[in-house]
Antibody
Framework: QVQLQESGPGLVKPSGTLSLSCAVS?????????WTWVRQFPGKGLEWIGE???????NYNPSLKSRLIISVDKSKNHFSLNLTSVTAADTAVYFC?????????????WGQGTLVTVSS | DIQMTQSPSPLSASVGDRVTITCRAS??????VNWYQQKLGAAPRLLIF???SLQSGVPSRFSGAGSGTDFTLAISSLQPEDFATYYC?????????FGPGTKVHLK
């Protein structure tokens, strides 16, 4: 079955760029689903960041849209997150997941998550 | 954005109890609600999708109900492995949003 694995730096300086990748194994990135990023703040709240289709089409959370790029690399079977101008408020555990379902939608499976701390 | 609220939080219960968690959407979301379980240090795990459909591999003691704005997640007989935090989530409209979570802990 599909498995997801996040990777990237665990520490980013304020005003820098947060860059993460999510490797997809056990399935193809081009399987007709939307690939998604979700983050969880230290206080445990969950926030949907955005999603990307294998064609490169995206949907973003308006609260992050001006700083956010989510992209796919079909040759490597992974998708990526780039968030610019980060502040301490972007400190969170970042999860990648798959949006499943054709009419109703849900998130499954999930990667294990990676903690990103924004600090100098 | 559609706001999701949950009650109670937290929830104290004992093994064998029937527990019910309520989720309310700030506007109509039809049946576009999912439920997740999260244990400490782990990713969320899908339990229920489309308000009442049980995800494959999830024990039948879990059930979901509701439509419109009001939803419930029930655990018919709480087991030791069910002590965790539970989140509802709407997929009716962008941006998708989650409830604040309900932590189920031992009474």
């Amino acid at each position: 079955q599909v498995q997801l694995q996040e990777s990237g730096p665990g520490l980013v300086k304020p005003s820098g760029t947060l860059s993460l990748s999510c490797a997809v194994s056990g399935g193809s990135l081009t399987s007709g689903v939307w690939w998604t990023w979700v983050r969880q703040f230290p206080g445990k709240g969950l926030e949907w960041i955005g999603e990307v289709y294998y064609t490169g089409d995206t949907n973003y959370n308006p609260s992050l849209k001006s700083r956010l790029i989510i992209s796919v690399d079909k040759s490597k079977n992974h998708f990526s997150l780039n968030l610019t101008s980060v502040t301490a408020a972007d400190t969170a555990v970042y999860f990648c997941t798959r949006k499943s379902g054709s009419f109703y939608n849900w998130f499954d499976p999930w990667g294990q998550g990676t903690l990103v701390t924004v600090s100098s | 954005d559609i706001q999701m609220t949950q009650s109670p939080s937290p929830l104290s219960a004992s093994v064998g109890d029937r527990v019910t968690i309520t989720c309310r959407a700030s506007q109509y979301v039809s049946k576009y609600v999912n439920w997740y379980q999260q244990k400490l240090g782990a990713a969320p795990r899908l339990l229920i999708f489309a308000a009442s459909s049980l995800q494959s591999g999830v024990p039948s003691r879990f059930s979901g109900a509701g439509s419109g704005t009001d939803f419930t997640l029930a655990i018919s007989s709480l087991q030791p492995e069910d002590f965790a935090t539970y989140y509802c989530q709407q997929s009716y409209r962008f941006p998708f949003t989650f409830g604040p979570g309900t932590k189920v802990h031992l009474k």
